[in-house]
């Protein structure tokens, strides 16, 4: 049983981060690309490369819409940071926006299941992007890929620990109709490819399911995972393990990385392995007003198990992640504060 006090994240998590800021160099007015920077992921990866003084070159597909502005308005973003229009099927704009970087960030992908929108953008778009990387000769390229693209895989032992040299098998994510863990797989491998091909320095982050407070004004797939348990939305919970970290450990990852020389390969990065059972018992708790689901979808079949994962490469670096039950916590905090869920949920009147 869990033992939960509700945390006081922010505290807590800012001096975690700025800990970790204060262990990595100072950067010196580096210029670097952030592709899709007001996605979830990518607009912490801008704010916490603006409070260390870089400079950010952040891709969008249309830099003129509002639902870019919480870029504009982060700190250091006035003095730092531009928004260059790119979208990833077309190298010359690309090319424009990483052209005289010291290195990208190549988060942009569309995070969906449906393959005819997933393959092109996730494979041609880490094509283009280390073809653009290759040409503008940047130090080094950090890509995220997805933990999806690791551990996809029916014939592994239970007692295999899973790794960074775990790959997802392509016809098991086919046969389960998984295209977005096929994308990430066939995204990755071109990653490698090309930067083998073109002489490029790539380091790659596989990140669990990524929670925690948002800086973007929409709601990410990810969140949804989370935002469907409390709207009632989802009356049951599956049978499924995953593994979860918080978006501000995964934005801190891909920086020392970046900035750490020594790095090299793929990274795994999660801080727990958890049931959704376990999600939506940690939720209930926290916040016994919503109508969180108690019972299993599936209640017939033994409980899924999880599998052994290690992040030691991650944990050798120094890198300390937010429990999961407080990033858990501030999830939710922010999606009540941004107006995403009502404080109080309504009545049904059953
Ligand atoms: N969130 C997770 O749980 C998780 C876990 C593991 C790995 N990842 C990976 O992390 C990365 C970021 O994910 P996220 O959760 O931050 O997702 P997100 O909030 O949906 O951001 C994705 C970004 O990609 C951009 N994008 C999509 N298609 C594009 C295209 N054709 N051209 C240019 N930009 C395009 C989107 O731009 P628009 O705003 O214009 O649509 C958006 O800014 C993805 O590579 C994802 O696979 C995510």
Same mark, same amino acid.
């Given at each position: 049983?869990?033992?939960?006090?509700?945390?006081?994240?922010?505290?807590?998590?800012?001096? $975690?981060?700025?800990?970790?800021?204060?262990?990595?160099s100072?950067?010196?007015?580096?210029?670097?690309c952030?592709?899709?920077?007001?996605?979830?992921?990518a607009?912490?990866?801008?704010?916490?490369?603006?409070?260390?003084?870089?400079?950010?070159?952040?891709?969008?597909?249309?830099?003129?819409?509002?639902?870019?502005?919480?870029?504009?308005?982060l700190?250091?973003?006035?003095?730092?940071?531009?928004?260059?229009?790119?979208d990833?099927l077309?190298? *010359?704009?690309?090319? *424009?926006?990483?052209?005289?970087?010291?290195?990208?960030?190549h988060?942009?992908?569309?995070?969906?299941?449906?393959?005819? $929108?997933?393959?092109?953008?996730?494979?041609?778009?880490?094509?283009?992007?280390?073809?653009?990387?290759?040409?503008? /000769?940047?130090?080094?390229?950090?890509?995220?890929?997805?933990?999806?693209?690791?551990?996809?895989?029916?014939n592994?032992?239970?007692?295999?620990?899973?790794d960074?040299?775990?790959?997802?098998?392509? $016809?098991?994510?086919?046969?389960?109709?998984?295209?977005?863990?096929?994308?990430?797989?066939?995204?990755?491998?071109?990653?490698?490819? *090309?930067?083998?091909?073109?002489?490029?320095?790539?380091?790659?982050?596989?990140?669990?399911?990524? =929670?925690?407070?948002?800086?973007q004004?929409?709601?990410?797939?990810? =969140?949804?995972?989370?935002?469907?348990?409390?709207?009632?939305?989802?009356?049951?919970?599956?049978?499924?393990?995953?593994?979860?970290?918080?978006?501000?450990?995964?934005?801190?990852?891909?920086?020392?990385l970046? *900035?750490?020389?020594?790095?090299?390969?793929?990274?795994?990065?999660?801080?727990?392995?958890?049931?959704?059972?376990?999600?939506?018992?940690?939720?209930a708790?926290?916040f016994?007003?919503?109508p969180?689901?108690?019972?299993? /979808?599936?209640?017939?079949?033994?409980?899924a198990?999880?599998? /052994?994962?290690?992040?030691?490469?991650?944990?050798?670096l120094?890198? /300390?992640?937010?429990?999961?039950?407080?990033?858990?916590?501030?999830?939710?905090?922010n999606?009540?504060?941004?107006?995403?869920?009502?404080? $109080?949920?309504?009545?049904?009147?059953?």
């Open positions: 049983m869990y033992k939960l006090q509700n945390p006081q994240p922010t505290s807590h998590n800012y001096s $975690q981060l700025t800990n970790h800021l204060s262990i990595m100072p950067a010196t007015n580096q210029v670097v952030v592709t899709g920077a007001a996605g979830f992921i607009s912490w990866i801008v704010k916490l490369l603006l409070e260390k003084g870089y400079v950010v070159r952040g891709t969008v597909r249309n830099p003129d819409d509002s639902k870019n502005n919480h870029l504009r308005e700190e250091g973003a006035k003095e730092r940071l531009t928004l260059y229009k790119a990833l077309d190298l *010359e704009s690309l090319c *424009e926006a990483i052209n005289g970087c010291e290195g990208v960030f988060t942009a992908s569309p995070v969906t299941d449906d393959p005819e $929108q997933m393959m092109e953008p996730a494979v041609m778009g880490t094509r283009n992007v280390m073809v653009a990387a290759a040409e503008a /000769k940047v130090r080094r390229v950090v890509f995220t890929s997805s933990v999806g693209a690791v551990y996809m895989d029916p592994r032992s239970p007692d295999v620990v899973v960074e040299s775990c790959w997802s098998d392509l $016809q098991f994510c086919k046969n389960t109709k998984n295209w977005y863990c096929y994308g990430k797989v066939v995204a990755e491998q071109a990653a490698w490819d *090309e930067a083998k091909a073109r002489g490029v320095d790539l380091v790659v982050v596989n990140p669990g399911l990524v =929670i925690g407070p948002l800086l004004p929409t709601v990410n797939a990810s =969140i949804i995972h989370i935002l469907k348990y409390l709207t009632g939305s989802a009356k049951t919970y599956a049978n499924a393990v995953q593994a979860y970290v918080d978006v501000r450990d995964v934005a801190l990852t891909h920086i020392i970046f *900035e750490t020389p020594s790095t090299f390969g793929r990274y795994l990065c999660a801080e727990s392995m958890l049931h959704r059972g376990e999600v939506v018992e940690i939720l708790k926290y016994p007003e919503y969180i689901p108690t019972k299993c /979808k599936d209640e017939t079949k033994p409980r198990r999880p599998y /052994k994962y290690s992040i030691q490469k991650l944990k050798d120094g890198v /300390k992640f937010i429990p999961i039950k407080e990033s858990l916590y501030d999830t939710v905090k999606l009540q504060e941004n107006g995403h869920l009502p404080m $109080q949920p309504t009545q049904t009147g059953d």
